[in-house]
Each structure stands twice: as structure tokens, then as C-alpha cells.
């Protein structure tokens, strides 16, 4: 009888909502085909609509770096957890796991620097020697197994999540996908999605949420976090995280309880490390170029304005360089893997930088 009245419950729904379905049943996937050129999906639009009726989600502009930074992320955010976990039929302390362990990754700016990367290796005009997937360490891959958002998702697992083909969407839709991906709040109902897709292929499709034994919770954790290889030992990573019981308060709910920090491996920071020596090198290199020009253009005479004006702005450019250079290296997640020496090359030219122009001729 509970399960007519769940039907009679979505039929009513589906009135209004084509997407509708029941707790526990995977994503409707029938509107995949109906795309086409649209930018943005069914799905998508769906996932909007219940987002504006819900508080706005809280962003984060370098990654959580401690537990109780993950725990403030998650809690700021528990009622669209809540609200996407519902959505797809899940545990929402399911979606809080994979959201506390993804969150911690690296920052939005190495997405974006990874796949502008993959797509010019991958482009026919691409300068790079090697194809995407050959790229090094974690460079290597194809521009739609790029990760972005809170919740790390791959381009091409959100896009078939809201609906698009992978294969043949247009740079419109597939900078949509990326958008969507990196918005908080519309990233934590793709991820949601996401799970409840991997939960539709397991043994385990048909057990509602709040039937969901911890073995059948460990393995969705894993699948999330390995795909088909979700059986090998670094996809366990995550289940086993999973597994660890939460220290929790007295009265704390699932989605906000406190568990255990994973730290980043020493693997992770020597990538780290490499990727963002490039930019940052070039970024001094670029503020020694305007401090070296600052100091040795000389001024023929009082009445050579234009002398003065080129060291102003060259102590300018110097100054800029090397305060963006310094703002990259103070994100807690690069600071920790490149070392506090990298601070001194920006704060040097930038002092440099700034006593020419005060000092002026």
C-alpha cells in the first residue's frame, strides 16, 4: 500500500514535473536525447529551480585545509545536501561523506588551469608533443575526465548526469557543464545525481535510503571514487573513510557530525608542486623583468616626464605581478606544498619595486 501511495504521490508531481521520480529509483534518463543544442538541460533547469527556493549555497575560495573547515562547508550547506540527497533517493549522511572527503582537494584555479592544458594538447593547433592522455603526473587525461567543483566531478560524468551527450556537445553546453560544476549549490545535486546513478547499477538499486546497510553505503562511496575500478585498492580510499565512525556531539545530525581528516599525500603535493612552479616562476620572472626596467631607465633631464612615467608603471607591473604571484603561494593547499621559500622571491621584488617608485629619480 506505501508503494501505491508513492506512485499516486509521483504521478501527481510528474504533472508539473517531467523529472520526477520515486525515492530510491535512479535519475530519469529519458530526457538525455532531448537536449540537442539547448545550453542548458531539463535536468539542469530542474536542479535551478529547486536551488532558488532553498538558501544560497556558501562557496569557498581556497580549499578547506582542516576538519573543522570541512565540518563549517558542510554545515553552511546542510539544507541543500539534505534537499539533493532527497532528490535522488539517498542517505543525505552519504552525500556529506563524499562531500567531505572531495572538498579538500585543490583549488578551483588548478581545474581550470588542468583542462585549458588537456584542451590545447588535445586541440588540432595544440603546441604540446604529446597527446592529453600522456600528458605527466596528474595532467594526464582528456579534457572530459577534467575534475571541477566542491565535490570533485568529472566533465563528462556531470554532463551525462544533466542529460548531454558527451560525445557531441557544443562549447556552449560544455562550458555550461563546467559552470554548473563548479557552482556549490548546483555541484552538490550533480554529485548527488551522480551517486544515485552508481547506486542504480549496483546490486542494491532497489533498497530505499533509509534501508541502506553500511557495507551497501561503503561500496557507493567506492564507486563514486573509482568507477568501474571501484574494486581496486584506490578507490577503497574513500570507502574506507566512509567507514570510519563519525565523532559526533550530543544532538549533531549526520550531514554536520565531525569525521576524521585525510590528509594529502606526499604524491599529491610533489604534483602539486610541479604544476604550480610554472606559472609561478613565470610570474617573477615577469616582476624581476619590470623591477630590472624600473631600475635602469634614468630620466635625461627634470624636464623627461615620459622616463618618469615609464618607472611608475613599471613598478606598477612589478607590483602586480608579485602581489599576484604572493596570493597564489599563500592558498593554504599551495603553501603547504611549495614551501615558505616560495613567499620570499615576491616579497623581495615587490619591496623593490615599491621603494623605486617612492624614491622616485
Not at 603546441?127 to 577534467?146: F, H, I, K, Q
Not at 538499486?205 to 561500496?219: I, K, L, S
Request: hydrophobic fraction near 40%.
Amino acid at each position: 500500500m506505501s508503494a501505491i501511495a508513492s506512485m499516486r504521490s509521483e504521478a501527481k508531481e510528474a504533472g508539473s514535473n517531467p523529472l520526477t521520480h520515486l525515492p530510491g529509483s535512479p535519475p530519469k534518463q529519458d530526457y538525455a536525447g532531448g537536449v540537442g543544442t539547448n545550453p542548458v538541460s531539463p535536468t539542469l533547469q530542474d536542479i535551478r529551480t529547486r536551488l532558488s527556493a532553498l538558501p544560497g549555497a556558501e562557496d569557498y575560495w581556497s580549499p578547506p585545509s582542516s576538519s573543522q573547515d570541512r565540518k563549517d562547508w558542510i554545515s553552511a550547506n546542510k539544507e541543500i545536501v539534505q534537499a539533493a540527497a532527497k532528490n535522488s533517493g539517498l542517505p543525505a549522511d552519504v552525500v556529506a561523506g563524499i562531500a567531505w572527503q572531495e572538498i579538500g582537494g585543490q583549488p578551483g584555479i588548478l581545474d581550470d588551469l588542468t583542462d585549458t592544458i588537456r584542451e590545447q594538447a588535445d586541440a588540432l593547433w595544440g603546441l604540446s608533443p604529446a597527446s592529453p592522455e600522456n600528458l605527466p603526473w596528474r595532467l594526464g587525461g582528456t579534457p572530459d575526465e577534467t575534475s571541477f567543483g566542491p565535490i570533485a566531478i568529472q566533465v563528462r560524468h556531470g554532463a551525462e548526469v544533466l542529460g548531454y551527450d558527451p560525445q557531441h556537445m557544443t562549447e556552449q553546453q560544455r562550458a555550461v557543464v563546467e559552470e554548473s560544476l563548479q557552482d556549490p549549490g548546483q555541484n552538490i545535486f550533480i554529485a548527488a545525481e551522480y551517486l544515485a546513478q552508481l547506486k542504480a547499477e549496483s546490486e542494491f538499486a532497489d533498497v530505499p535510503p533509509e534501508q541502506m546497510t553500511p557495507e551497501q553505503r561503503q561500496e557507493l562511496a567506492a564507486r563514486y571514487n573509482g568507477g568501474p575500478y571501484w574494486r581496486g585498492d584506490d578507490a577503497q580510499v574513500l570507502r574506507t573513510g566512509l567507514h570510519q565512525e563519525p565523532r559526533r556531539s550530543q544532538g549533531s545530525s549526520p550531514v554536520t557530525s565531525d569525521r576524521p581528516d585525510f590528509a594529502g599525500t606526499a604524491g599529491d603535493d610533489g604534483c602539486l608542486r610541479w604544476v604550480m612552479a610554472v606559472p609561478l616562476v613565470l610570474l617573477h620572472v615577469i616582476a624581476a623583468w619590470f623591477v630590472y626596467m624600473a631600475l635602469t631607465i634614468r630620466p635625461a633631464g627634470s624636464w623627461d616626464d615620459e622616463a618618469r612615467a615609464g618607472i611608475e608603471l613599471s613598478c606598477v607591473l612589478a607590483i602586480a605581478a608579485s602581489g599576484l604571484a604572493l596570493l597564489i603561494t599563500l592558498l593554504p593547499s599551495i603553501r603547504r606544498a611549495m614551501g615558505p621559500w616560495w613567499l620570499a622571491p615576491p616579497l623581495l621584488l615587490g619591496v623593490i619595486a615599491a621603494a623605486r617608485w617612492a624614491i622616485g629619480v
